[in-house]
């Protein structure tokens, strides 16, 4: 009786499984589907991280470049919410300044502005993990000469080199009114206490245009010798380092401690470059004179007379800030509501224009002391 019941049992097990798999049978194979696409076949014994090695190997290249670049006036990011707006975006954020395309076919009108800006940063300069290779981290976006802005009717054939893709941002921007130097006798209403070429007329005043050029005792130069350098701004100002950080992707120059080294390849390898800059800053841009024990007004620069001068004329509010006493620096604002003839809105659009440059003249030095002595004699005559 017990064998006759496992026999029973088994039976029942067998006739289940064969059920079981009768119920869960595939049925026939339906047609053949279309071939896919072949891949891309592989190289054998290549690692997939070769590439990358390029550039973040163990020499910390990039490193270094992105210690310089976080102590640099780029990486700041002081004037960032202005991406903001469209006008502005196109050079106060990465992302602004990918989307003008190199301000061709671009204008200023058809900028938009970033709403989740980030910072000028190496994607704003080069082409960064397009082919993964080095050649991402040396060559240039828009490396073409710019737009050029504001010309005011001069014809402008200028080649920066590499420079070219700072000079889309570092050139003077529009400004309203436009001085009518036929007539310097018109009035000018509502002027803007902004009003200026914006503080990036670097590239203007290397080419010497987009300023209001008098007449005047001193003749304005043909030609900049700083216009030598082969890649202009980069030549300059990443053509050394220090430890202290200037130069290289920081790209700051110090007056006192950087002359010889940024002019080494132009200027018998710097030598005097320092004693020179000494020598011309004094007459033509200090404010201050630091020369003797306390710093003082310096009251005779031509920078000074035409700032003064302006001022008498209402012009602006001449501001002197100071530290225990003793003055350490001089603001010249210009003042709201002014309505002003064509030659005192020129020569103040020609003082904005070289405060608003930062190298007191530097960038070429011939133009800018025209620019002052002309625009300070015509002030002069109006008296």
Avoid at 58 to 65: E, H, V
Avoid at 269 to 284: I, L, M, R, S, T
């Amino acid at each position: 009786m017990k064998k006759n019941y496992f026999s029973y049992l088994l039976v029942l097990l067998v006739f289940i499984l064969g059920t079981v798999v009768s119920c869960t049978k595939e049925g026939p194979a339906g047609p053949a589907g279309k071939d896919g696409t072949d891949g891309i076949d592989g190289t054998n014994g290549t690692d997939g991280t070769a590439t990358c090695i390029e550039c973040h190997d163990a020499n910390q290249t990039l490193g270094i470049k992105q210690f310089q670049w976080e102590s640099s006036m780029h990486a700041a990011g002081t004037a960032l919410a202005r991406s903001s707006i469209s006008s502005c975006a196109g050079c106060h954020s990465q992302q602004g300044f990918i989307q003008t395309d190199g301000n061709n076919p671009l204008t200023e009108d058809e900028w938009k502005g970033v709403d989740d800006p980030i910072v000028i940063n190496c994607y704003a300069c080069h082409p960064i993990h397009e082919t993964y290779t080095h050649e991402d981290v040396v060559a240039l976006l828009f490396p073409d000469q710019p737009n050029w802005a504001v010309t005011h009717d001069k014809e402008v054939d200028m080649d920066l080199g590499k420079g070219n893709t700072c000079a889309h941002c570092h050139q003077s921007r529009k400004r309203t009114p436009v001085v009518d130097m036929n007539d310097l006798t018109i009035m000018y209403t509502d002027i803007s206490t902004h009003y200026g070429p914006h503080y990036s007329s670097q590239a203007n005043l290397m080419g010497a245009f987009g300023a209001y050029e008098f007449e005047g005792s001193t003749a304005y130069p043909d030609f900049n010798g700083h216009l030598g350098a082969e890649n202009g701004c980069v030549s300059c100002h990443m053509g050394f380092t220090t430890a202290s950080g200037s130069g290289g992707h920081n790209m700051h120059i110090d007056a006192g401690s950087d002359l010889e080294k940024a002019c080494a390849q132009c200027h018998s390898e710097g030598a005097g470059a320092e004693d020179k800059y000494n020598e011309y800053y004094p007459v033509y841009f200090a404010t201050i004179d630091h020369d003797g024990e306390h710093p003082t007004l310096n009251t005779t620069s031509y920078y000074t007379l035409l700032g003064d001068l302006l001022t008498e004329h209402g012009v602006y509010t001449k501001v002197v800030d100071s530290v225990d006493g003793y003055p350490e620096a001089v603001h010249y604002n210009i003042n709201g509501g002014l309505e002003i003839n064509g030659t005192l809105l020129a020569a103040l659009f020609n003082h904005r224009y070289l405060y608003q440059d930062h190298s007191h003249g530097m960038h070429n030095p011939s133009y800018s002391k025209a620019l002052l002595k002309n625009s300070l004699e015509a002030v002069e005559a109006l008296n």
